[in-house]
T-cell receptor, first 113, second 115 residues
Framework: ETGVTQTPRHLVMGMTNKKSLKCEQH?????MYWYKQSAKKPLELMFV???????ENNSVPSRFSPECPNSSHLFLHLHTLQPEDSALYLC????????????FGPGTRLTVT | KQEVTQIPAALSVPEGENLVLNCSFT??????LQWFRQDPGKGLTSLLL?????REQTSGRLNASLDKSSGRSTLYIAASQPGDSATYLC??????????????FGKGTHLIIQP
């Protein structure tokens, strides 16, 4: 256990559905991240939040909408996804930005049908 | 744009051997480099973090080195065991002048240790 939890662990959704991924960290960190891991591609950074403010949006399509209501929770809202969005979505947190170790959750395996 | 390359992409060795995994990155302006382990269908487990001012870090049978100027890092695993079988990922944290950047990852090395 890394102190970062993600729910659900598996999700199957149609292209017209709306769903949300949840991440919670129990480490007292103040920075949180969403990453996407697709088959045969490196892990890609999607969003960075520091002190509950978004500080980076890595050219992610608007069908992905992040939300960080407090420093312990991070959501990824999904709507009108495409089959190519099927991937493992990983959440991470760190004590601060720039020079701190990142701790990852177990991920949500998303399948878009 | 920072790019991270890991060689080899896959490696299979008998139990007990010492082995080296390689990582290279194109932009030497980094804060740190982190090695992770990923088991099938699971998240990432951090193994070692090397700050840009450091040359190496050790944890148990693992030793990671960093040559920032040449853009290279190696992960040395001593006396390999079947439980070491996993995908090993290298990631760098760019030095963007204090911005909150995430990590840039390589594609990983898929390691199999044969009993």
């Amino acid at each position: 256990e890394t102190g970062v939890t993600q729910t659900p662990r598996h999700l199957v959704m149609g292209m017209t559905n709306k769903k949300s991924l949840k991440c919670e960290q129990h480490l007292g960190h103040n920075a949180m991240y969403w990453y996407k891991q697709s088959a045969k591609k490196p892990l890609e950074l999607m969003f960075v939040y520091s002190l509950e403010e978004r500080v980076e949006n890595n050219s992610v399509p608007s069908r992905f909408s992040p939300e960080c209501p407090n420093s312990s929770h991070l959501f990824l809202h999904l709507h009108t996804l495409q089959p190519e969005d099927s991937a493992l979505y990983l959440c991470a947190s760190s004590q601060g930005t720039s020079n701190y170790e990142q701790y990852f959750g177990p991920g949500t395996r998303l399948t878009v049908t | 744009k920072q790019e991270v390359t890991q060689i080899p992409a896959a490696l299979s060795v008998p139990e007990g051997e010492n082995l080296v995994l390689n990582c290279s990155f194109t932009d030497s302006a980094i804060y740190n480099l982190q090695w992770f382990r990923q088991d099938p269908g699971k998240g990432l487990t951090s193994l070692l973090l090397i700050q840009s001012s450091q040359r190496e870090q050790t944890s148990g049978r693992l030793n990671a080195s960093l040559d920032k100027s040449s853009g290279r890092s190696t992960l040395y695993i001593a006396a390999s065991q079947p439980g070491d079988s996993a995908t090993y990922l290298c990631a760098v944290r760019p030095d963007s002048g204090g911005g909150a950047d995430g990590l840039t990852f390589g594609k990983g090395t898929h390691l199999i240790i044969q009993p």
